[in-house]
Nanobody, 129 residues
């Protein structure tokens, strides 16, 4: 198992930046892929960005390409999401997720939330206009 704890959320004005962190503990060595997902009130959860650990390959939702960057720090067992030029439509609860199975990660990397087994509790991001 792996435990995930997000931090770094907050309230910013449009155009501002935030960096989210996701600290992983437990069997982190088994993690193959990780991702960031978000859910706004009244909307379905949507994928934001994913990363294949070790390979470093990344995948982004079209809505955040060029503005968000996903990265990892193996030494700290931490996943990051750098968010720049934030927009009001980025307002949501952001959660990180992890998956151990390589075959599931092949599809999970394409922002498929249902293929991730482990989830954090989330951190709220609010962007005002």
């Amino acid at each position: 198992q792996v435990q995930l704890v997000e931090s770094g959320g907050g309230s910013v004005q449009a155009g501002g930046s935030l960096t989210l962190s996701c600290a992983a503990s437990g069997h982190t060595y088994s993690t193959v892929c990780m991702g960031w997902f978000r859910q706004a009130p009244g909307k379905e959860r949507e994928g934001v960005a994913t990363i294949r650990l070790g390979l470093g390959s990344t995948y982004y939702a079209d809505s955040v390409k060029g503005r968000f960057t996903i990265s990892q720090d193996d030494a700290k067992n931490t996943l990051y999401l750098q968010m720049n030029n934030l927009k009001p439509e980025d307002t949501a609860m952001y959660s990180c997720a992890a998956e151990f199975t390589p075959s599931r990660c092949s599809l999970a990397q394409r922002l498929v939330a249902g293929l991730y087994k482990y989830w954090g509790q989330g951190t709220q991001v609010t962007v005002s206009s």
